[in-house]
């Protein structure tokens, strides 16, 4: 009898035990996606990763085929989509990859047990972390809350497998499910199409995660120690959403570190190690994007600016860096790290805005969002978090701007309307002479506008309240 297996946010063939292990048992195989939007407790899709996952199950159906095996999608309740894929294939295995959110997992654990008494086989594979996070313990038996011993426990413990390769070809099943075709699924924005800085940045897929590792390893892991922190001379690998939608594996990433000859691969491991660390810390503390992981921020008195965080959203701050991360994050649904910790510490500290309703908006616009990687940096930056930054660094956009986009060029990039301003103005246009201004048509608080705050003011307010929290 035919074996399920289904995909979640793992769309790949490659090191994907579950379908290894299904092809192997030999008999044939019914490839299922659900996008399941009613079981209780799943965080809904952001648009932006709505938009990659569209293309994502283009590429896999794509992959599905050339190897013999048709991709099936189904829209409803997990586990009524089984039970009806089940009736209708005469399968008798199930078998996936395991997820780690909490939530996720919790409803593969009820779907599994349910399976396992009507008799059928249900098993679950790794995947998507090098560890498992239900077994690595510190010495007194609990979880890693901070990140330099969770990564030192990762070296000395965790065997990192090689990755499996992909089933050379598949025994599809070939009958019917009652078909839903992709449009059906209705992923892709209509009205107004907001997508065309995605289409033009991403080549979401495997084959295009592969290609995007190839050329990492190539031309830009050599310098990632060194260029990592430069927004304008992007040098960091870019394979966050690839790795959000499972179209690569950290197994298959240290493999292909494993075989280059170049330096610098050590502090990119240490980059996926905190990937690791966040679902370590996500296993553990299942509401991560809810609630302060410190208590005591519970009592902060966070603003309730709504029209500042439209502000912020829009990239209207007034602060070239931060407007211009928030503006590549809205055409392109990716953001520099540099700039991500900048615009997030904005919000949070100079404007004193819950760091929830960053997260948020983050959830909805990266197109690598992620249910680990997001609230534990949001939480990060914030202090709130596990191992976070502490409450007295409080970022100055200027100075953070003037270090690491010396020569404005990333700037310049995101927000054309200021890109004729000399570099010693560039990331401080309300310091510029009128007759600087003038000469490059600038009209402050009309082309582009006026800070929203003060820093120095901003940051005296923010102390004062993370103060009030210490005492
Ligand atoms: P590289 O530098 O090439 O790193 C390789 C991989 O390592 C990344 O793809 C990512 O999977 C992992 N990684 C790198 N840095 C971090 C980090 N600081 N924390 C956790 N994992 C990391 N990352 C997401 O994948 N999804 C998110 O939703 C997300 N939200 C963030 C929100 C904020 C406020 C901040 C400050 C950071 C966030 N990050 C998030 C982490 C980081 O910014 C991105 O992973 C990174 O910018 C992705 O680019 P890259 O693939 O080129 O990274």
Redesign the pocket.
């Known amino acids: 009898a035919p074996t399920i297996v289904l995909f979640r946010r793992d769309l790949r063939i490659g090191d994907n035990a579950a379908l290894a292990a299904a092809a192997e048992r030999g008999a044939p195989v019914v490839a299922l996606y659900i996008l399941d939007e009613t079981t209780k407790g799943l965080r809904a899709t952001g648009a932006a990763s709505r938009w990659w996952l569209h293309h994502s199950l283009a590429a896999l159906g794509d992959l599905l085929r050339k190897a013999g095996a048709n991709l099936f999608l189904a829209h409803g309740r997990t586990e009524d989509a089984v039970a009806k894929a089940i009736d209708a294939s005469g399968a008798n295995c199930v078998f996936w990859n395991r997820r780690y959110d909490p939530s996720e997992a919790g409803a593969d654990a009820r779907m599994k047990a349910a399976l396992r008494e009507k008799g059928l086989t249900a098993l679950s594979f790794d995947g998507a972390l090098l560890h498992e996070p239900s077994l690595l313990k510190t010495g007194s038996g609990g979880f890693y809350k901070v990140y330099t011993p969770f990564w030192k426990a990762m070296a000395e413990e965790v065997h990192v497998r090689d990755p499996i390769d992909p089933p050379g070809s598949i025994d599809g099943w070939r009958g019917e499910l009652g078909g839903l075709r992709l449009m059906e699924l209705d992923l892709l924005p209509s009205k107004p199409d907001w997508a065309h800085g995605l289409r033009e940045t991403w080549r979401p897929g495997e084959e295009g995660a592969q290609a995007r590792l190839r050329q ?1 390893i190539e031309s830009d892991l050599a310098n ?1 120690e060194r260029q ?1 922190d430069y927004p304008g001379q ?1 040098s ?9 939608f499972g179209e690569i594996t950290p197994f298959q990433i240290f493999a292909a570190l494993r075989r280059s000859k170049s330096s610098g691969t050590s502090k ?1 491991r240490s ?2 190690g ?2 690791e ?2 679902y370590h810390l996500l296993f553990h503390n299942p509401d991560l994007a809810g609630r302060n992981f410190r208590p005591e921020f519970d009592a902060m008195s966070w603003r309730d600016d709504m029209q500042a965080l439209r502000t912020w959203q829009r990239g209207l701050t007034g602060y070239p860096i931060v407007d211009a991360g928030m503006r590549e994050l809205w055409r392109t649904g ?4 540099r700039v ?2 900048i ?2 510490s904005f919000l949070i500290k100079d404007l004193m805005i819950d760091w929830r309703h ?2 948020k908006w ?2 909805d616009t ?1 197109v ?3 249910a680990a ?2 609230p ?3 939480q ?2 914030a202090g709130s978090g596990a191992d976070a930054a502490p409450y007295f660094r409080i970022f100055n956009p200027v100075l953070q701007a003037e270090k690491f986009d010396p020569r404005g060029d990333y700037v310049r990039h995101h927000i054309p309307e200021i890109s004729a301003l000399p570099d010693r103005y560039i990331h401080r246009p309300w310091e510029a002479p009128a007759a600087v201004l003038k000469d490059k048509s600038i009209e402050l608080g009309k082309t582009y506008p006026y800070p929203i705050v003060d820093h120095g003011a901003a940051r005296e307010r923010a102390l004062v309240a993370y103060q009030s929290l210490k005492d």
């Not at 990716?334 to 790290?337: A, P």
């Open positions: 990492f990632y990592r992007p960091t690998s870019r394979l966050s959403p690839h790795l959000a990119f980059e996926i905190w990937r660390f966040s990716w953001m520099h790290n991500r910790m615009v997030a960053g997260e983050f959830w990266l690598d969002a992620d990687n997001n534990a940096s949001w990060w930056v």
